[in-house]
């Protein structure tokens, strides 16, 4: 099978299903495992943070993280195809009490800078106090765009101005800096905290960091042992995000160039709408009209390909390149579509 559905679908390497086998471990509560404390160290010098911290998911992390910041009644400014947003289950405010506005993401992920100051409450009896900004690097669903250090920047300026914090949501943050030939320290500078994950195009099988300060992540561990993410001898699955961000991150390019390749070949079928020259890291969406959804999906599982159909009436499709996808089976991918669709 030629699993397409997400880079969440990577399997272990051999070398982490031997170093999580031999791993020094210790309890993680008790702060006395050696392999979490050098992976969390080495999150920490990757994003230029003071400290770092271990937790389950990326969507705990997420949570963990504006939990950390933010206080029952406060707001946080999102995009409203951000991650946070959609996809976990509205936690902030279900389990946080904290208000979530969102505002609209542009094509390549960002959130226009007028509209975020204007999100901005001001002092008002009748307002929630905004606390936080949330960003999205990359951003899953505006096509994997990776935000770049400039847009940050200027975020950044704003967020001072007006005293909040910011958070990032960079469960793909290594993909954004691979794209943009940057380090990831460059594109957190002016986060106060950020989330990545291993269990992605990094291919461990599970786990993710929260970066920030000594301070911050002080308060983040004791929040990641309220909603139950205090791991006991989590060394044995911290080893293999050792070889993740050690041996892993460079050939996410080959990902990318996967990618590319897909989206260029695709693009020109008969009933795809896809706009290649948005394709940066590992992710494409394409529309498909003509064609049932249902249908388009059950032909390709025939030809042993799986692909994710995002949003059902609006034929929105996704498709995701990882460590376990060659470029030869990327090539028989584009037959494949070619073979159902045919050319325009
Ligand atoms: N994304 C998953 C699905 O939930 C959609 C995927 O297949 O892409 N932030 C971003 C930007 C993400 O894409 C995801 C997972 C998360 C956070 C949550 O990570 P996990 O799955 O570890 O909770």
Known sequence: MIDLRSDTFTYPTKSMREAMAMAEVGDDVFQEDPTVKKLETLAAEKTGKEAAL???SGTMGNLISVLSHCHRGDEILLGDKSHISLYEVG???????????????????????????????????????????????????????????????????????????????GARIFNAAVALKVPVSKLTEQADSVMFCLSKGLSAPVGSLVCGSAEFIDKARKVRKMVGGGMRQAGHIAAAGIISLVNLVDRLQEDHENAKMLATQISDMKGIELDKSNIKTNIIFFKLKGLDGNLFLQQLEKKQIKILMTDTDAGIFRAVLHRDVSKKQVETVIKSFESILGKE
């Not at 904290?98 to 992920?109: A, V």
């Open 54 to 56: 271990f937790v389950p």
């Open 91 to 169: 936690g902030v405010s279900a389990l946080g009490g904290i208000h979530p506005r969102t505002l609209p993401n542009n094509n390549d992920g960002t959130i226009s800078i007028e509209i975020l100051e204007k999100g901005i409450r001001h002092l008002d009896i009748h307002s929630p106090p905004t606390r936080l900004i949330c960003l999205e690097n990359t951003h899953n669903f505006c096509q994997g765009s990776p935000l770049h250090p400039d847009y940050m920047m200027i975020v950044g300026d704003l967020a001072k101005k007006y005293g909040l914090k910011i958070h990032i949501d």
